[in-house]
C-alpha cells in the first residue's frame, strides 16, 4: 500500500530544532491524528511536507518516492492560518486553486460546484470571502483543500472553531477521502475526536516523536489504570500503596496508575476496608490521558 | 504544472480580478479622459494660421478678393472673404465682431476701434499691390510675369543650429507624456505591491504555494498588473491621438506619435524595473498599513526622475544633466523619451540607454526575486532587507534546485519576449522614415533572434 512517510526529517531555525528526527508514516486510506503541545512542530511537519519549507536533513516521500513538484502539485493543503483572497468569489477562487493543481477551467468549474453543493454552500459561488461566516470561510478553505482531487491530504488543524454540525461534516468528509484511498494527516488538540476518528495517531513533542501507531495499540500500551468507587471513603486510605500512584481524585473516585509492581488484588481489599466499594475496574488511558502521560508538562 | 502555464494562469487571474475592479475601472477612464481632453485642448486652443475676416462691399471690392487672399498668404495670415449687400450691414457685422474689417467699393476702409489691425494692414498693401500688378498689366507683362515681379522668390537660410521642431508645443506634449508614464507606473506598481502583500497578509500565499513556484507567482502577477498597465497607456496614447487628429484645429504637434510610442516603450522597460521591486517591498511587510512608508523609497526615486524629467523639458534638454541622467536606469524612462522629442539625443544614444536599462532591469530583477522568494512566507516583524539577500540558502529553500533555474530562464525569457514586442511596435508606430524607428525595429528583431537562438541552447544540467 502507497504510504506518506518521513524519514528523519529535520529542522532548525537558528537554535530552536523544530522538528527533530522525524519518521512515521501514514498509510493510504487511513486517517492520521497529529498531535502534539503548541509549538511542538506540527505545522513546520506540515509545512515540510507540503514543500513550503525545506528540511535541514531528512526526506518524505510518497509511494516510495522523494516528493517533488508534481507530487507536491496533488496534495491538498489547509493550512492553520486560513488563506483566501477575502476579496474574491467564491466560485473563481476555488476554480483558480484547483487550475493551480493542474486541472483544466472546466474540471476546475465542475469541482467546485460539487464541492460548493456537498458542503451546502452552493448558492453562495457568487460570493465575496470576506462576505461569509467564519464558519462557511472554513468550509469554503475545506473545499479549496479538496477541489483538484488530491492524491494526499494534509489538514493543519481543520476542527479549530468548528460548530458541532461542522465538525461533524467535516468529519464525514475526511472519512470519505480516506475510503476513497486518500492518506489523510491531520492535526488538532480535540484529542477525544481524534481517538474517535483515527485509525493511527503520532505524539510530537519538542519536535521529537514520543508516540505512534495505532490508537487501540497505544492505549493498550499506556500505563495500567484503575478506577475505584468507593463511597463514605476514610481519608488517607489509599497512601502507602505499593507502586501506585494517583492520577485522579474527584469525591469517591480515584483513578490509580499501576506501577509494575502493584497489584489490584491489595488495592481493593485496602478499598473494602476503607468503605463500601461501588465501582472496581482496570481503565485503558484515553488518548487525552496518554498525550498527558508522554509529553512534557 | 509547467512554469509556464503557472505565470500564465496567476497572470489571467489579476487580468480577470483586476478589471473587475471599480478602482481600476476610474483610473482608465479617468486617464482616457485627460488624454483625449488635453489633446482636443491642445489641437484646438493653439493658435495656427491666425486669420482675419474681411467684409467687401460693392463689385470692386469683391474684384479685390483673390488680392487679398494672396497677400494674407504673403503675410503668413489667412483671409476668410465675406461678400455684404451694403454698408450698414458691413457697420453692423463690424460692431458684432463678425468682421476685423471691411473694403468700400474698393477705395475706403471700414474698421470698428482700431487703425492699425493686421487686418487693415493686409487689404492695404492688397490694393497697393493689386495696382502695381494693373500698372505692370499695363505695360505688356502677363499675369504671370507680373506676379512674379511682385512676389520674388524668398532667400535661402542658413541655420547654424537646426531645431526643426516645434518646442514650445512639444514641451506640453511631452510634460503630458511623461506625467502619464508616471503615474502608470506607480499606480501599477502600488498595486503590485498591495497584490503581494494582500495575498501575505491572507496567507492565501501558503496555498498558493504548494502548487506554483514563488518565481511564477511573481512572474505571474508581474506579468498581469502590467499587461493592464500597458493596455492603459496605450488606449489613452491612441485615444489621444485620434482625437487630436479629428479635432481639427491646428491638430497635434507632428512629434506627437512618436512620443507616445516612445512613452510606451519606456513605460515597458521603466514597469519591467520598477514593478519587481515594488513586489520584493510588498513581499517585505506583512501587513498592508506598513505598505506605503515600505514603499516610499521607491516612489520617491520614480518621482526624482519625474520632476528631472520636468526640469530637462523645461530648461536645456541638451545639458549636460540632461544627458548624463537619460542614462541613470532608474530614471532614464522618464527622462529619455523627454531628450528624444526635445532635444538632441539620437538613436545610438537611445540604444545605449535601453541596453542599460535592461542590464539594470536584470540586476533588480535578480535580486527583487531572491528578496521575494525568501520573504513571502515570513511573517511577523518586517524583515530586515540586508539579512534576506545574504540568507544562506538552505534555511529558507522553497525550490529544488533545478526548478529555480527553470523559472529564472522562464522569467528572462518572458522579459526578453515583452521587451522585444515593445520595441518593434514602438518602431512600427514611430514610422519607417525616421532613424529611431529602424533602430528601434532593429534592436526589437534582434532580441527576438536571440531569443530564438536561447531555446535552442542546451539546458544548464541541473546539479
Known amino acids: 500500500m502507497r504510504a506518506l512517510e518521513l524519514q528523519a526529517v529535520r529542522r532548525s531555525f537558528g537554535e530552536l530544532v523544530a522538528v527533530d528526527d522525524l519518521s512515521f508514516s501514514v498509510l493510504a486510506g487511513r486517517l492520521f491524528g497529529f498531535v502534539g503541545r503548541n509549538g511542538a512542530g506540527k505545522t513546520t511537519t506540515m509545512r515540510i511536507i507540503c514543500g513550503l519549507l525545506a528540511a535541514d536533513s531528512g526526506s518524505v516521500l510518497w509511494g516510495g518516492a522523494p516528493i517533488d513538484a508534481r507530487v507536491r502539485e496533488r496534495i491538498g493543503y489547509m493550512p492553520e492560518e486560513r488563506g483566501l483572497y477575502p476579496k474574491m468569489r467564491v466560485g473563481d477562487q476555488l476554480e483558480y486553486f484547483a487550475v493551480l493543481h493542474g486541472a483544466s477551467h472546466e474540471e476546475g468549474r465542475e469541482a467546485t460546484r460539487s464541492w460548493l453543493d456537498r458542503l451546502g454552500l452552493g448558492d453562495r459561488s457568487g460570493a465575496r470571502v470576506e462576505a461569509l461566516s467564519h464558519g462557511n470561510q472554513q468550509r469554503v478553505q475545506l473545499a479549496a483543500a479538496l477541489v483538484h482531487d488530491p492524491d494526499v491530504l494534509i489538514l493543519d488543524e481543520p476542527f479549530a472553531g468548528l460548530d458541532p454540525i461542522a465538525t461533524d461534516v467535516m468529519s464525514d468528509v475526511l472519512r470519505e477521502q480516506a475510503a476513497r484511498g486518500v492518506p489523510v494527516l491531520f492535526s488538532s488538540h480535540q484529542l477525544e475526536l481524534v481517538e474517535h476518528l483515527c485509525e493511527s495517531v503520532a505524539i510530537i513533542d519538542h519536535g521529537r516523536l514520543v508516540a505512534c501507531g495505532p490508537v487501540d495499540e497505544l492505549r493498550r500500551g499506556g500505563p495500567r489504570l484503575l478506577r475505584v468507587d468507593l463511597r463514605d471513603a476514610r481519608p488517607g486510605w489509599a497512601d502507602e500503596l505499593l507502586d501506585v500512584e494517583v492520577a485522579e481524585r474527584t469525591n469517591g473516585r480515584t483513578v490509580f496508575k499501576l506501577g509494575p509492581k502493584a497489584d489490584s488484588q491489595q488495592i481493593l481489599d485496602r478499598a473494602r476496608r476503607a468503605g463500601s466499594v461501588t465501582h472496581f475496574a482496570e481503565l485503558q488511558p484515553t488518548l487525552s490521558e496518554l498525550f498527558r502521560e508522554v509529553v512534557s508538562p | ?463
Open chain 2, 1 to 463: 504544472m509547467s512554469a509556464r502555464r503557472a505565470v500564465w494562469e496567476v497572470a489571467r487571474r489579476e487580468l480577470v480580478e483586476r478589471s473587475r475592479s471599480r478602482v481600476m475601472r476610474i483610473s482608465v477612464v479617468l486617464l482616457l479622459l485627460l488624454s483625449v481632453g488635453g489633446a482636443i485642448a491642445s489641437a484646438r486652443l493653439t493658435s495656427g494660421t491666425p486669420s482675419d475676416d474681411v467684409g467687401l462691399v460693392g463689385a470692386r471690392s469683391a474684384a479685390m478678393g483673390p488680392a487679398i487672399q494672396l497677400q494674407a498668404r504673403a503675410a503668413g495670415r489667412r483671409a476668410r472673404l465675406h461678400d455684404l449687400a451694403s454698408t450698414t450691414a458691413a457697420s453692423q457685422a463690424l460692431r458684432g465682431g463678425n468682421l476685423d474689417v471691411v473694403l468700400l467699393d474698393g477705395a475706403r476702409l471700414l474698421v470698428k476701434s482700431s487703425r492699425s489691425t493686421a487686418a487693415v494692414r493686409v487689404v492695404q498693401d492688397a490694393v497697393a499691390a493689386q495696382s502695381v500688378l494693373d500698372r505692370l498689366r499695363g505695360s505688356g507683362l502677363t499675369e504671370s510675369q507680373a506676379l512674379e515681379m511682385l512676389t520674388p522668390r524668398p532667400l535661402p537660410i542658413d541655420v547654424l543650429e537646426p531645431n526643426t521642431r516645434n518646442i514650445d508645443r512639444n514641451r506640453g506634449l511631452i510634460v503630458v507624456g511623461v506625467l502619464a508614464l508616471f503615474m502608470v507606473l506607480i499606480f501599477y506598481g502600488q498595486a503590485l505591491a498591495q497584490g503581494v502583500t494582500e495575498e501575505k497578509s491572507s496567507r492565501v500565499v501558503e496555498l498558493l504555494l504548494t502548487s506554483v513556484t514563488p518565481r511564477s507567482l511573481l512572474a505571474g502577477k508581474v506579468l498581469g498588473i502590467g499587461v493592464l498597465g500597458l493596455a492603459q497607456l496605450v488606449l489613452a496614447g491612441g485615444a489621444a491621438l485620434l482625437a487630436g487628429a479629428l479635432a481639427g484645429g491646428a491638430g497635434l504637434p507632428s512629434a506627437a506619435p512618436g512620443a507616445v510610442a516612445l512613452v510606451v516603450m519606456w513605460f515597458v522597460l521603466g514597469y519591467a524595473f520598477y514593478s519587481v521591486a515594488f513586489a520584493a517591498v510588498g513581499a517585505l511587510v506583512s501587513r498592508q498599513e506598513d505598505l506605503q512608508t515600505a514603499i516610499m523609497p521607491i516612489t520617491l526615486l520614480m518621482t526624482g526622475g519625474f520632476y528631472v524629467a520636468l526640469i530637462v523639458v523645461n530648461t536645456d534638454p541638451n545639458g549636460t544633466a540632461a544627458q548624463i541622467v537619460a542614462f541613470v536606469p532608474p530614471l532614464s524612462p522618464m527622462v529619455v523619451p523627454a531628450r528624444m522629442v526635445l532635444g538632441n539625443m539620437n538613436t545610438i544614444e537611445l540604444a545605449l540607454a535601453v541596453a542599460l536599462d535592461l542590464l539594470a532591469t536584470a540586476g533588480m530583477i535578480a535580486l527583487a526575486a531572491r528578496v521575494y522568494e525568501r520573504a513571502i512566507l515570513r511573517t511577523g516583524a518586517p524583515i530586515k532587507l540586508r539579512r534576506l539577500v545574504t540568507l544562506r540558502a538552505r534555511h529558507s529553500e522553497l525550490t529544488a534546485p533545478g526548478e529555480t533555474h527553470r523559472g529564472h530562464a522562464a522569467f528572462v525569457d518572458l522579459v526578453v519576449q515583452w521587451s522585444a514586442v515593445a520595441l518593434v511596435i514602438a518602431g512600427v508606430l514611430i514610422g519607417l522614415s525616421d532613424p529611431v524607428a529602424i533602430a528601434l525595429l532593429a534592436l526589437g528583431l534582434a532580441l527576438i533572434g536571440l531569443r530564438q537562438s536561447r531555446k535552442h541552447w542546451p539546458r544548464r544540467p541541473a546539479h
